[in-house]
């Protein structure tokens, strides 16, 4: 290709100071290329088309895509200019979502490519980009991309396992019927779950249970003891212990403030 500059912009992009708590997801559509590595473990909406991401995991975005993130995301990212065709050639083979070998490494070439922007260095800021790309097309090898089909089929049975967790966490929900649901045995299901979502199936239930709560606390009359039936909890005192551990407040302590804020908020209104 020609050494002609491309013009790119890199950054990073953190949700909880972009959505300030008010929505569940940040989505959008790709004008150009765009390349987003994951801090945090979630989910990608990209075209209708699900996907599990985990920290060290990367996004490739084409012009037009239509994306979705669920909250709470951080990730750097890097967006490439339209006049780059050497480079979007390279790139078309690439998956919508995988994993890479040396995450810390990418990252550090996307900030090099900010910090050439901040300067205005054109050139360098290129060379960064072209090292960049390089780096990604050996991750993704021959043998990178059978890992990456190894983990689709992993995270297919995470995403099973997900909504059958998301359908039945008020219930007694075990690992045993979550595994069976995504067609897994329960030790690999528990380990895998936790290597994507850096948490176990159990913990996720209790996050949701928990979610749950303080929604009802916050939106509903119903008393803590009916919150703790409803939501899964096997006694109000077990509620009480598991909401105060978590938030550092009891549930009703917790309702008056949801009140006070409410309240604060419609006067400042």
């Known amino acids: 290709m020609k050494w002609n500059a491309i013009h790119c912009e890199a950054g990073f992009f953190n949700s909880q100071y972009a959505s300030l708590g008010r929505r569940s ?7 150009t290329w765009e390349l987003l590595l994951c801090d ?7 075209n209708e ?3 599990t991401v985990a920290q060290g995991d990367l996004i490739c975005l084409r012009p037009g895509d239509e994306w979705k993130l669920s909250l709470p995301v951080r990730a750097s990212y890097v967006r490439i200019g339209e006049e780059a065709e050497a480079l979007v050639e390279r790139m078309q083979g690439w998956a919508r979502v995988f994993c890479v070998r040396d995450a810390q490494a990418i990252r550090a070439a996307m900030s090099e490519i900010a910090m050439s922007e901040q300067k205005q260095d054109e050139l360098s800021q290129t060379a960064a980009l072209l090292s960049l790309i390089v780096m990604i097309e050996q991750d993704y090898s021959k043998d990178s991309r059978l890992d990456v089909r190894a983990r689709a089929k992993m995270r297919d049975s995470i995403r099973a396992g997900i909504a059958y967790i998301e359908e039945h966490y008020r219930e007694k929900c075990t690992l045993n019927q979550i595994a069976e649901h995504a067609e897994r ?13 850096g948490m176990t199936p159990y913990e996720y239930i209790a996050q949701l249970r928990l979610d749950e709560a303080k929604r009802l ?3 509903t009359d119903m008393e803590p003891c009916d919150i703790a039936e409803y939501c899964g909890f096997c006694s109000q005192s077990y509620f009480n212990f598991v909401f105060k551990k978590a938030m550092g407040m009891t549930p009703l302590n917790y309702r008056r403030g949801a009140a006070m804020r409410y309240l604060n908020a419609k006067d400042e209104a």
């Open 25 to 31: 997801t940040v989505s959008g559509k790709a004008q």
């Open 40 to 46: 945090t473990q979630g989910t990608a909406c990209i």
């Open 49 to 51: 088309q699900n996907y």
């Open 185 to 197: 045995s329960p030790i690999y299901f528990h380990d895998v779950f936790q290597d994507v979502m």
């Open 217 to 219: 606390l916050s939106l």
